[in-house]
T-cell receptor
Framework: AAGVIQSPRHLIKEKRETATLKCYPI?????VYWYQQGPGQDPQFLIS???????DKGSIPDRFSAQQFSDYHSELNMSSLELGDSALYFC?????????????FGPGTRLLVL | DAKTTQPNSMESNEEEPVHLPCNHS???????IHWYRQLPSQGPEYVIH???SNVNNRMASLAIAEDRKSSTLILHRATLRDAAVYYC????????????FGPGTRLSVLP
C-alpha cells in the first residue's frame, strides 16, 4: 500500500540558511500534519492542513511556514535556521471523515543545522 | 487534551505476552484512547484505538477499564520487532486533530 512520502530524507544546512521539506500524503488523504522531534524527545505537533487550509497550529516558530497545495502535497519552509532546529521532521496524513482520523506517518526528514 | 501516565520502560521476553498500562484518570466521555508506537529511527505507527469497548486488531488488543480511567495495550506474542516506544494518547472526538505525544513506554524485547 502507498505510504506517506517525504523528501529529502536527509538535509544539512548552515545557520541562517533556509530549508524546504516536502510531504506527499497517501492518495485520497486530504489532511496533512507536521511534527518535529528533537534528539531524545517526543514528537511535537507543528501545524496541520485540511483541504489546503490551515486547520490547527501548534508550537511552530514564526520563522517556519507551511502550505498545502491543490494536489494535497505540503511543504514546510524554514528560514533563518538555528542550531536548535536540528531534528527529525515527520509528516502525517489522514482522511477526513474516517473513524477518529488515524494518522499515517512518513519516514521523516532528518535536518542537521551546522 | 487529558493527560496520560505510562511507565518509562518495560521489558519482555520474546514470544511472551506484553501488557502495557496507561492511566488516564481525567479522561472525558468524548475522549478516544489511541496507541501509537515508534520504532527506532522511524515515524510513529498506528497500533489501535478505542472508546469504551475492548478492541482487537491484527497487531494488538486494547483493554479499557469499565470506568475508562485506565487502559492496557496487549501484544499477544512479543517479537524483537515490537521493541519501540509506545504512546498512549487521548483525543477528543469533537475537536483537536493533532496528537499530543507524551512520554511513552520504551519496550525492550529480550531474545
Amino acid at each position: 500500500a502507498a505510504g506517506v512520502i517525504q523528501s529529502p530524507r536527509h538535509l544539512i544546512k548552515e545557520k541562517r540558511e533556509t530549508a524546504t521539506l516536502k510531504c506527499y500524503p497517501i492518495p485520497r488523504h486530504d489532511t496533512v500534519y507536521w511534527y518535529q522531534q528533537g534528539p531524545g524527545q517526543d514528537p511535537q505537533f507543528l501545524i496541520s492542513f485540511y483541504e489546503k487550509m490551515q486547520s490547527d497550529k501548534g508550537s511552530i516558530p514564526d520563522r517556519f511556514s507551511a502550505q498545502q497545495f491543490s494536489d494535497y502535497h505540503s511543504e514546510l519552509n524554514m528560514s533563518s535556521l538555528e542550531l536548535g532546529d536540528s531534528a527529525l521532521y515527520f509528516c502525517a496524513s489522514s482522511a477526513e471523515g474516517t473513524t477518529q482520523e488515524t494518522q499515517y506517518f512518513g519516514p521523516g526528514t532528518r535536518l542537521l543545522v551546522l | 487534551d487529558a493527560k496520560t501516565t505510562q511507565p518509562n520502560s518495560m521489558e519482555s521476553n520474546e514470544e511472551e505476552p506484553v501488557h502495557l498500562p496507561c492511566n488516564h484518570s481525567t479522561i472525558s466521555g468524548t475522549d478516544y484512547i489511541h496507541w501509537y508506537r515508534q520504532l527506532p529511527s522511524q515515524g510513529p505507527e498506528y497500533v489501535i484505538h478505542g472508546l469504551t469497548s475492548n478492541v482487537n486488531n491484527r497487531m494488538a488488543s486494547l483493554a479499557i477499564a469499565e470506568d475508562r480511567k485506565s487502559s492496557t495495550l496487549i501484544l499477544h506474542r512479543a517479537t524483537l520487532r515490537d521493541a519501540a516506544v509506545y504512546y498512549c494518547i487521548l483525543r477528543d472526538v469533537n475537536y483537536g486533530q493533532n496528537f499530543v505525544f507524551g512520554p511513552g513506554t520504551r519496550l525492550s524485547v529480550l531474545p
